[in-house]
């Protein structure tokens, strides 16, 4: 590596080095207790997943630049050079972390390892070396921004075939789904895939919200890549777009990561307050509910339910009761997962990876505590908030033969409502 790339990665430690960073640089006692809270440690044994060791690794190249001893003295203070080895270390143990922040919760000095892993993924980035599918996804995002018209006949023929199928399960023929309503209430911002949209549009007309969808999805593959920059612009397309139709809310579907973004990442992004109130769309659907909204019915969903915290909702995000209170609402056979909330396992799903098929070998081995989870409790119904989420637990329900019904959380909502579309489907 010569001098000019040397400069380059250790500078992008140079600009992000705050008191925080260098707070969890210097602090880790080696206690090793995160190793027992790292879902990929206790389901692979593999120590490159160990959460101490992640961070390890960027502890290594500041203590080579960034100390004195670690400059004159590299060996005895284990100091390192940002070489090709460590580089690659560095790529398997950033790209392959989910986020999930179960290792903070339990560390004595709360060290944010996911955190410190952003800083590898800028390393890496800068190098050259950033995740090829993950920067494509993203690529692809900022692009449709950028030819918003290219995509608009197709999304608009979407959305009327969406229509069509709120009027049947509502009954209401003049049901909609609005676009480019302004002066609406909310923005609902989905995720690509009819299967976001349907559920919360008979919800938001049965609660005569008034609301418009959003033309762009709610998914951020810059904030996996970690490229705060393209995860900026990728946001900003909806907010510029909750501007100009002046809004009062913006509602993200049942994406973790998407509501982190937009409530807690870009206002510090852009530099600039958010003009609008950010919700989940369960914190909505809980509010209906409670205000007597919308009716559900707790007959109509059979079997022992249960509920997954997902990571960024949950433990990153708040948001333990309403999901909670809104299951409770359409049944009876409630059970929780146990540990849950803020001690929930990740299911290994998270951060992107189940995009990169390179750590699938490593993605199903660290499900193993979500799966001795689900199995301890006894349910068939599964009522998971979160598109990553849904997709490992499916592939864990297949492989490990745990007969799980796999819902999302608006799905049993709509599913329990007294409407003429379930009745004539259930005939």
Known sequence: MDSQQLTTLTG???????????????????????KDACHQYVGTGDFKYLPARRAELI??????????????????????????????????????????????????????????????????????????????????????????????????????????????????????????????????????????????????????????????????YGFFYGDAEKARLITKRYIDEAVRLGVKEIVVPECGHAYRVAEYFYEAWSKEPMPFKVSHILEKVDEYIKAGRITVDKGRIEGKVTYHDPCQIGRNGGLFEQPRDIVKAVTDDFVDLAPNREKQWCCGGGGGIVAMEEFKKTRLASGIKKVEQLKASGASVLACPCENCRLQIEELNEIHELGLEIWQVIDLVVAAMPLPGNESASE
């Not at 140079?14 to 880790?28: A, F, G, H, S, W």
């Open 59 to 220: 502890r290594q190249i500041y203590k080579k630049y960034f100390t004195k001893a670690g400059e004159f003295v590299p060996a005895l203070y284990e100091a390192r050079d940002p070489d090709e080895n460590l580089l690659e270390e560095l790529y398997d143990s950033a790209y392959a972390c989910t986020g999930c922040r179960r290792c903070m919760y339990y560390c004595p000095f709360s060290i944010d390892t996911a955190w410190i892993l952003s800083v590898a993924k800028a390393i890496l980035i800068a190098a050259g070396m950033g995740n090829e599918m993950l920067g494509q996804l993203a690529d692809a995002a900022i692009f449709k921004g950028d030819n918003a018209e290219m995509f608009h006949d197709v999304m608009i023929s979407g959305f009327e075939d969406i229509q069509e199928e709120v009027r049947q399960i509502t009954g209401n023929p003049q049901a909609e789904v609005p676009v480019n309503k302004q002066g609406a209430d909310i923005l609902y911002v989905a995720l690509a895939g009819a299967h976001s949209i349907r559920p919360a549009a008979v919800i938001f007309e049965e609660a005569g919200e008034s609301w418009t969808i959003s033309m762009f999805e709610a998914a951020n």
């Open 12 to 34: 992008v430690i140079d600009k992000k080095m705050n008191r925080q960073l260098k707070q969890y640089m210097d602090i880790c006692a080696r206690c090793a207790i995160c």
